[in-house]
């Protein structure tokens, strides 16, 4: 297998492009909140988390220091641009001081605390609400829980957690007969381990015998979901890759999905033609760009640093 130090230019490019789509967009006004939107947002997955994942990725990017001064600038020009559609974090501030259990608006405030954002009202009632039994006590699956506590390491609020306890209660935790994983566990599985290493900043917290079935079963699982032209989430898994240490998965995924991308960045999430209506086309797709940054800067990061490489 060729290593990845062959293929940057590749990684490279694809992420690149994709970041500079979601950065264009963003400017002709696409995935904007309505006008007038309020905290009780009649559809939080329509504009509201999407705003969050395109965050969290140039979060990312600002955070690895592996882009060069273009992408870089933007990435913060995004982040900004999303920070400023959430009213520089009032909006964040009044839905969770009207929803005590709602936990988005600390997972969303994390990317911009991450890239230098913060609001101090925010800040110190997430502190407040840290304290509570009841935020911790509502039913959702484990690797949503990992999901806030790695959201409050990197706010600062609240007590350490039982890492290990609430990793061994995921799926993965488990290390299940590899055969069952479906669509949906395989989302499970990435945000496990993204949770856990903080987006690949501590590979060392993942737990080893999870790291050991990763190592062993990714390459497998990517070549089947790029067999049936799942590219969303082999992106997710190419990004687990990174965050494990020494990437197994080889150049040939990467590769598949820079082919598959449209020369303007647009990178599709499945292998269904893409919608001729530009705003659907965004929609359908707008994720799958955020995978595509997040996993090439990921990926960037661990194999420059571990190779010795200056970015």
Same mark, same amino acid.
């Given at each position: 297998?060729?290593?990845?130090?062959?293929?940057?230019?590749?990684?490279?490019?694809?992420?690149?492009?994709?970041?500079? !789509?979601?950065?264009?967009?963003?400017?002709?006004?696409?995935?904007? /909140?309505?006008?007038?939107?309020?905290?009780?947002?009649?559809?939080?997955?329509?504009?509201?988390?999407?705003?969050?994942? +395109?965050?969290?990725?140039?979060?990312?990017?600002?955070?690895?220091?592996?882009?060069?001064?273009?992408?870089? @600038?933007?990435?913060?020009?995004?982040?900004?641009?999303?920070?400023?559609?959430?009213?520089?974090?009032?909006?964040?501030?009044?839905?969770?001081?009207?929803?005590?259990?709602?936990?988005?608006?600390?997972?969303?405030?994390?990317?911009?605390?991450?890239?230098?954002?913060?609001?101090?009202?925010? $800040?110190?009632?997430?502190?407040?609400?840290?304290?509570?039994?009841?935020? $911790?006590?509502?039913?959702?699956?484990?690797?949503?829980?990992?999901?806030? +506590?790695?959201?409050?390491?990197?706010?600062?609020?609240?007590?350490?957690?039982?890492?290990?306890?609430?990793?061994?209660?995921?799926?993965?935790?488990?290390?299940?007969?590899?055969?069952?994983?479906?669509?949906?566990?395989?989302?499970?599985?990435?945000?496990?381990?993204?949770?856990?290493?903080? !987006?690949?900043?501590?590979?060392?917290?993942?737990?080893?015998?999870?790291?050991?079935?990763?190592?062993?079963?990714?390459?497998?699982?990517?070549?089947? !979901?790029?067999?049936?032209?799942?590219?969303?989430?082999?992106?997710?898994?190419?990004?687990?890759?990174?965050?494990?240490?020494?990437?197994?998965?080889?150049?040939?995924?990467?590769? @598949?999905?820079?082919?598959?991308? @449209?020369?303007?960045?647009?990178?599709? %999430?499945?292998?269904?033609?893409?919608?001729? $209506?530009?705003?659907?086309?965004?929609?359908?797709?707008?994720?799958?760009?955020?995978?595509?940054?997040?996993?090439?800067?990921?990926?960037?990061? %661990?194999? /420059?640093?571990?190779?010795?490489?200056?970015?």
């Amino acid at each position: 297998m060729m290593p990845l130090t062959d293929h940057l230019g590749t990684i490279q490019n694809w992420s690149s492009k994709a970041l500079n !789509w979601l950065h264009t967009t963003h400017q002709q006004g696409y995935g904007h /909140l309505p006008p007038h939107a309020t905290v009780d947002l009649a559809d939080p997955d329509g504009a509201y988390k999407p705003l969050g994942e +395109a965050a969290l990725a140039a979060s990312l990017v600002l955070r690895d220091g592996v882009a060069g001064s273009h992408d870089t @600038q933007a990435a913060r020009a995004l982040i900004d641009s999303c920070w400023h559609q959430l009213q520089d974090g009032n909006l964040l501030y009044e839905r969770q001081l009207r929803h005590l259990t709602l936990t988005d608006p600390l997972e969303l405030y994390a990317h911009f605390a991450r890239a230098g954002l913060r609001h101090r009202l925010l $800040d110190e009632l997430l502190a407040d609400y840290a304290g509570l039994r009841a935020p $911790d006590a509502m039913e959702v699956v484990p690797n949503r829980r990992l999901a806030v +506590a790695n959201a409050r390491r990197i706010v600062g609020v609240g007590r350490d957690p039982d890492w290990q306890a609430l990793a061994a209660a995921t799926w993965l935790g488990a290390t299940p007969e590899p055969w069952a994983v479906d669509w949906g566990t395989g989302y499970d599985i990435t945000h496990t381990v993204f949770h856990l290493t903080d !987006w690949g900043a501590r590979p060392d917290d993942l737990p080893a015998s999870m790291a050991r079935y990763l190592r062993r079963w990714l390459p497998v699982w990517v070549d089947i !979901w790029l067999e049936v032209g799942q590219f969303d989430l082999v992106g997710e898994l190419l990004a687990v890759d990174a965050c494990i240490g020494d990437p197994v998965c080889g150049p040939k995924p990467w590769q @598949q999905l820079a082919a598959v991308q @449209q020369p303007d960045g647009l990178t599709p %999430r499945d292998s269904d033609p893409i919608a001729g $209506d530009e705003h659907t086309a965004f929609k359908e797709n707008e994720h799958t760009a955020v995978v595509a940054v997040i996993s090439g800067t990921i990926t960037l990061a %661990r194999t /420059l640093g571990a190779a010795g490489i200056a970015a």
